[in-house]
């Protein structure tokens, strides 16, 4: 106790220096901002701990989920801070994850201060593309992962029409905010569906799995996968779990569409002809 | 093989506009992609052992990315996810799907353990590089202590 008495003056001295609660909000808001973004739980964890730790306080816990992130101050002397933020949609921006990554860096070197820092991410100059260039890349994508999946031009002529699908889903889930499950699902059936057409109407020696498996690929869940086996070998069994289920969920969703597609072509064509 | 390079690097390309690289990132990004997926095809033609072609290409991915990360001090993410794109099992995850509906459930299952593998040696390329990248950095940073005592 008496340690402490001691203490308390030149430490109460540097507790004013450290506003720990925009502290902790700073920190939230960049897990927010990365976790949304699509990064791995680990290094999400990583960045919150090292600003926190900053403050030299003797407890800085940060725990994130996929869905979640938690983080709680503790220290004798201030009032215990604890917060809560819950991630909803996501949207894979691996420029805001490097923008979040390169400030946290340069506070916890002292390059910038505690209040540039929140100032910094909450006016974070997102990445961003304009919409139609995004559109175009996803049909140009899809071509492009028919070509070196072995199709001819026919193929992925049609792969980049297929590409058009996802881009209008993605365009009308942006007004609707509906879960991505449904939206998947009907562009993967709508591609099956034309693929499917147009070998049976039109061009008999179509390849259709270069094509279909071209189509899908920018909407495979690589980054879930990926990030989901990463965090499963860094102990975070939780969030491992989470993400790999998430990549089943997309996976599911395309192969649902594929085959109801398919399934509803083969149907169609049998009873006409 | 040309046409492959050409393929790959443009879809990573626009695979990366799509997951929002910074613009002076993009060509990086794609040159992984495109340096794993011609290192894939490759080998794939050398050797007839799929698994090794894609630890190895992946592996390759890896390092790659983890030198334009120091370079560019930037996460190393970044080019990793871009990068392994090409490498993810579509073609698997449709055939699972095409033998279901065929009703061929053997055959189906077969593919499913096939892009299970697949996935699986994707992950264990990446974290095999990190924990290589983590030992190096470790250990210059023990040898630095060292040198100072």
């Known amino acids: 106790m008496n340690d402490n008495k001691k203490k308390q003056p030149d430490c109460a001295s540097d507790c004013a220096f450290v506003d720990y609660k925009l502290l902790a909000d700073t920190a939230a808001l960049a897990g927010e901002i990365m976790l949304v973004a699509g990064a791995e739980t680990y290094r999400v964890e990583d960045t919150i701990h090292r600003i926190l730790k900053t403050s030299g306080f003797q407890r800085c816990d940060a725990f994130v989920i996929p869905t979640g992130i938690m983080i709680t101050l503790e220290d004798w002397r201030i009032d215990t801070v604890s917060l809560n933020r819950r991630i909803g949609e996501k949207q894979t921006n691996l420029g805001n994850i490097a923008q979040v990554n390169d400030i946290s860096r340069r506070y916890c070197s002292g390059e910038l201060t505690l209040k540039e820092t929140f100032h910094k991410l909450k006016h974070l ?53 509906l879960n991505s499950f449904v939206f998947n699902m009907f562009a993967s059936f709508l591609m099956a ?65 594929i085959g109801t597609g398919m399934a509803f072509c083969q149907m169609l064509f049998t009873t006409i002809f | 093989m040309l046409l492959h390079a050409v393929g790959s690097f443009f879809a990573v390309i626009t695979l990366s506009v799509i997951f929002f690289v910074p613009r002076r990132f993009l060509i990086h990004a794609s040159i ?51 990068g392994i794109l090409p490498l993810v099992p579509g073609v698997g995850m449709y055939r699972i799907v095409y033998y279901i509906l065929l009703e061929d459930t053997r055959t189906a299952g077969y593919y499913f353990f096939y892009v299970l593998q697949m996935a699986g040696m994707i992950a264990i390329a990446i974290f095999v590089t990190d924990t290589l990248v983590k030992v190096l950095l470790r250990s210059r940073y023990l040898c630095r202590q060292k040198h100072s005592k």
């Open chain 1, 193 to 257: 569906f034309t693929s499917m057409s147009v070998k049976t109407l039109w061009y008999p020696n179509l390849l259709l799995e270069p094509l279909i498996a071209g189509s899908i690929m920018a909407l495979l869940p690589g980054v879930a996968m990926t990030n989901g086996i990463r965090d499963t070998l860094e102990g975070d069994y939780v969030s491992g779990a989470a993400r790999m289920i998430e990549a089943f969920v997309i996976a599911a969703s395309l192969a649902l569409g």
């Open chain 2, 32 to 82: 992984a992609g495109m340096l794993g997926w011609v290192t894939y095809i490759g080998l794939m033609e050398q050797i007839d052992n799929e698994m090794l072609a894609m630890f190895t290409a992946t592996f390759f991915v890896a390092v790659i990315s983890h030198i334009f990360a120091r370079f560019c001090k930037s996460p190393v993410t970044m080019f990793l996810i871009p």
């Open chain 1, 125 to 177: 100059s997102p990445t961003v593309y304009p919409n139609w260039l995004i559109y175009l890349c996803m049909i140009i994508t899809a071509a492009c992962f028919a070509l070196t999946l072995g199709a001819g031009p026919v193929e992925c002529v049609i792969a980049g029409f297929n590409g058009i699908y996802f881009a209008l889903s993605r365009m009308i889930n942006r007004k609707l905010h």
